[in-house]
């Protein structure tokens, strides 16, 4: 099994090339799902500061006396 299945079914031979390639259409959608990925990773990565620095917060005030 590939690490890359999707870039793998969409390689094709150009004519007597002995090297496989894609369609830059298929590289630009990858492009965007990457980013589109990326994007999302970082802001729950963000919202995850968030909600630790708030579950800080509270344990720091329930802690105190």
Do not use: I, W
Request: some cysteine; aromatic content about 4%; glycine content about 2%.
């Amino acid at each position: 099994m590939s690490d890359t299945p999707r870039t793998d079914a969409e390689a094709f031979l150009p004519h007597d090339s002995k090297y496989r390639v894609c369609d830059a259409d298929f590289a630009r959608q990858l492009e965007r799902e990457l980013n589109a990925a990326n994007e999302r990773a970082k802001r729950l990565e963000e919202a995850l500061t968030v909600m630790l620095r708030q579950m800080q917060g509270r344990k720091a005030k329930e802690a105190k006396p």
